[in-house]
């Protein structure tokens, strides 16, 4: 229900935005965020974004990743600069009306709505 685009390979210092469709919902009802995971590793909160548009960050991104939305085209974004070869990882999109989860960015929480991911590798 939701569908990522816009990972790829870059070198560090490199940057890359992903996108967020969803086949559906319509994004400014649900709080929204990004999670990465690695396999067989824990998913990781990235950024969220609540229904006002209030934005948050991991520590690991802050300063480097912003998240958007653009309710005209209901599309979220990840714009992601200076990235860094720990950045390489599987990143999701994720929904729901549990702002909570969301803004705290669970790490074992069932979203309501996830994507199937887009892979992004950093070299160094």
């Known amino acids: 229900q939701l569908v990522e685009s816009g990972g790829g390979s870059v070198q560090a210092g490199g940057s890359l935005r992903l996108s967020c469709v969803p086949s559906?919902?319509?994004?400014?009802?649900?709080?929204m965020g990004w999670f990465r995971q690695l396999p067989g590793k824990e998913r990781e909160g990235v950024a969220s974004?609540?229904?006002?548009?209030?934005?948050r960050y991991a520590d690991a991104v802050k300063g480097r990743f912003t998240i958007s939305r653009d309710n005209t085209t209901n599309t979220l974004y990840l714009q992601m600069d200076s990235l860094m070869p720990e950045d390489t990882a599987m990143y999701h999109c994720?929904?729901?009306?549990?702002?909570?989860?969301?803004?705290?960015?669970?790490?074992?929480?069932?979203?309501?709505?996830w994507g199937q991911g887009t892979q992004v590798t950093v070299s160094s």
């Open positions: 974004l609540d229904k006002d548009g209030t934005p």
């Open positions: 994720a929904g729901d009306h549990d702002c909570v989860t969301i803004a705290t960015m669970s790490s074992t929480y069932p979203f309501n709505y």
């Open positions: 559906g919902p319509t994004l400014s009802k649900y709080c």
